[in-house]
């Protein structure tokens, strides 16, 4: 397994725009998938985006298509994600998650502590 820490999180009026980065300890960051999960108040945990272990396929929620963008570099073992046009309904808690290539929950075992973001009008 590995640990996840993100960051990047914080208050931002609509139609502007974040990054947030998940940064992995340990030396098999490059084996794992790793996605993008966000948690709304009230509400489940929802799956946003996936990155392949190299980087070349990904796979977005039909929510997050057109304004989100995930990344990664292996070498700094490092996990981002781009949000653009923000809107209030995109105010959640955000998870990284290393694991499987896919769009549940249950593909990852490691997940980071989340970082908030919050979105006014």
Do not use: H
């Amino acid at each position: 397994q590995v640990q996840l820490v993100e960051s990047g999180g914080g208050l931002v009026q609509a139609g502007g725009s974040l990054r947030l980065s998940c940064t992995a300890s340990g030396r098999t960051f490059s084996s794992y998938a790793m996605a993008w999960f966000r948690q709304a108040p009230g509400k489940g945990r929802d799956f946003v985006a996936v990155i392949s272990s190299s980087g070349v396929s990904t796979f977005y929620a039909d929510s997050a298509k057109g304004r989100f963008t995930i990344s990664r570099d292996n070498a700094k073992k490092t996990v981002f994600l781009q949000i653009t046009s923000l809107k209030p309904e995109d105010t959640a808690v955000y998870y990284c998650a290393a694991g499987t290539y896919g769009g549940i929950a249950e593909l990852f075992g490691s997940w980071g502590q989340g970082t908030q973001v919050t979105v006014s009008t």
